[in-house]
């Protein structure tokens, strides 16, 4: 019998950002469980909508193979802070993701590697799972610091979260200079930074070899199989193309292309095949 090497599941995750309507939600979030409904795939899929849309999600989603979560939580478990959501109340909600760090909460709220990894935690502890998001800028590229910056930037939350249970967390690579521009981290850019993230986690421990790490600089559906189908990208962290369900199906459609493939290239190293 042929033993298959435990493989990391992909992820493909939706940000709405500040978008939604209670009309197109709906319409939206039947149409991508219709078809997770008539397929089968090998691949996890969810999204991550604005908190007042959380009562819907999980509504429409309950029972469905799809998970939920949110764009950001408090650092503090409670207490006087007006406006800020706590991880318990996003629990209460069914959420199982919260995304942390994105490039626009540190751009325009000055969120601090402290801030970030206290969010982590706090996610954590609420029994979520934090995509923690990592990204360079056009500058830091262009200086020949992407990789320091993006191992830094993990450094600094794995030193709030530590890395006992490598599904505490996920990581998502986003280069800034990609986000809401139209342009893409080429196929090779988006790997090897990838793969610095992934030596980085194993300076933490073998076990953090399972950490998924997601690729979220403008994914779209005709550069999708490309990225996806890298060695060390594990899914994507979705913007725009998550509000257009053809969009997003197409996406999970290439994971699910992806993993099935690499599942094939496993089990015919496993049986001593040359492929």
Known sequence: ?????????????????????????AQLL???????????????????????????TRDLLTGSDMKWGAQDVSAHAKGAFTGEISAAMLAEFGSQYVIVGHSERRA????????????????IVA??????????TLHERDAGMAEQVVRNQ????????????????????????????????SAA??????????AC??????AMNQTRILYGGSIKPNNAHELLTCAD?????????????????????????????STVSDEVFDAGVKP
């Open 108 to 123: 325009y709220h000055g969120e601090t590697a402290d801030a970030v990894g206290a969010k982590a935690r706090q996610a």
């Open 154 to 185: 993990l450094s600094d939350v794995l030193a709030f979260v530590g890395s006992e249970n490598p599904a505490q967390i996920v990581i998502a690579y986003e280069p800034v200079w990609a986000i809401g521009t139209g342009r893409s981290a």
């Open 30 to 56: 039947q149409a991508i469980r219709q078809h997770l409904t008539t397929s089968s795939l090998p691949v996890d899929v969810g999204v991550c909508v604005p908190a007042p849309y959380l009562s819907q």
């Open 127 to 136: 029994g979520l799972v934090p995509v923690v998001c990592v990204g360079e």
């Open 233 to 261: 990208i594990d899914g994507a962290l979705i913007g725009g193309a998550s509000l257009v369900a053809s969009d997003f199906i197409s996406i999970i459609d290439s994971a699910s292309r992806a993993a099935s493939a």
């Open 189 to 198: 850019d988006a790997q090897a930074i990838h793969a610095a993230l992934r």
């Open 1 to 25: 019998m042929i033993e298959v090497l435990k493989m990391r599941r992909k992820l493909v995750l939706g940000n709405w950002k500040m978008h939604g309507a209670i009309g197109t939600n």
């Open 201 to 206: 986690l194993s300076e933490h421990g073998e």
